[in-house]
T-cell receptor
Framework: AQSVSQHNHHVILSEAASLELGCNYSYGGTVNLFWYVQYPGQHLQLLLKYFSGDPLVKGIKGFEAEFIKSKFSFNLRKPSVQWSDTAEYFCAVQPGRRALTFGSGTRLQVQP | DSGVTQTPKHLITATGQRVTLRCSPRSGDLSVYWYQQSLDQGLQFLIQYYNGEERAKGNILERFSAQQFPDLHSELNLSSLELGDSALYFC??????????????FGPGTRLTVL
């Protein structure tokens, strides 16, 4: 069965700092990769997704992620975070058109 | 707003009781997924329906069941509730059409509290 690891459980940054959240997965076949964000008290929103093609994908709100197949990684980045980015971030893996397997999430706290 | 709706938003009930959570997918989406989010287990897939038929099962307890109706809305039934069933229950929908690509859009969730 596939699994997803998010090694950073809680990250605290100051505004304008750069962000990188790690995501590694284990699955032998072809997968779709996603990052979702959950703002306090809200539902999961799609940040970005990778299906195929250019391994560097851009999402909403200035986020991007890079798929490195050899490392089974799909790290999320943002050059300059804002206070409004405070949220929980989930990496997810999807083999084919099946259900998502989520990582445990990373809580990001951005201090003004 | 993802276009996926869930009712009720909050539900408080007692142990041993039975509840029904409802989900309406985005217009045009045929597939509905149910997930459970709890502090100790994280976000876990429960079950998927596609065009009225069960397609995949995840970590769903036997006390839980679901169905998808002809109008494509789905209901998740939780029975003999235990304290540990307290969680946020999300529904997601997708087109799940031909091809490998498929994006799931999540509803606002139902927060279930079992006392």
């Amino acid at each position: 069965a596939q699994s997803v690891s998010q090694h950073n459980h809680h990250v605290i940054l100051s505004e304008a700092a750069s962000l990188e959240l790690g995501c590694n997965y284990s699955y032998g076949g072809t997968v779709n990769l996603f990052w979702y964000v959950q703002y306090p008290g809200q539902h999961l929103q799609l940040l970005l997704k990778y299906f195929s093609g250019d391994p560097l994908v851009k999402g909403i709100k200035g986020f991007e992620a890079e798929f490195i197949k050899s490392k089974f990684s799909f790290n999320l980045r943002k050059p300059s975070v804002q206070w409004s980015d405070t949220a929980e971030y989930f990496c997810a893996v999807q083999p084919g058109r099946r259900a998502l397997t989520f990582g445990s999430g990373t809580r990001l706290q951005v201090q003004p | 707003d993802s276009g996926v709706t869930q009712t009720p938003k909050h539900l408080i009930t007692a142990t041993g009781q039975r509840v029904t959570l409802r989900c309406s997918p985005r217009s045009g989406d045929l597939s509905v997924y149910w997930y459970q989010q709890s502090l100790d287990q994280g976000l876990q897939f429960l079950i998927q329906y596609y065009n009225g038929e069960e397609r995949a099962k995840g970590n769903i307890l036997e006390r839980f069941s679901a169905q998808q109706f002809p109008d494509l809305h789905s209901e998740l039934n939780l029975s003999s509730l235990e304290l540990g069933d307290s969680a946020l229950y999300f529904c997601a929908s997708s087109v799940a059409g031909a091809g490998r690509t498929d994006t799931q859009y999540f509803g606002p969730g139902t927060r279930l509290t079992v006392l």
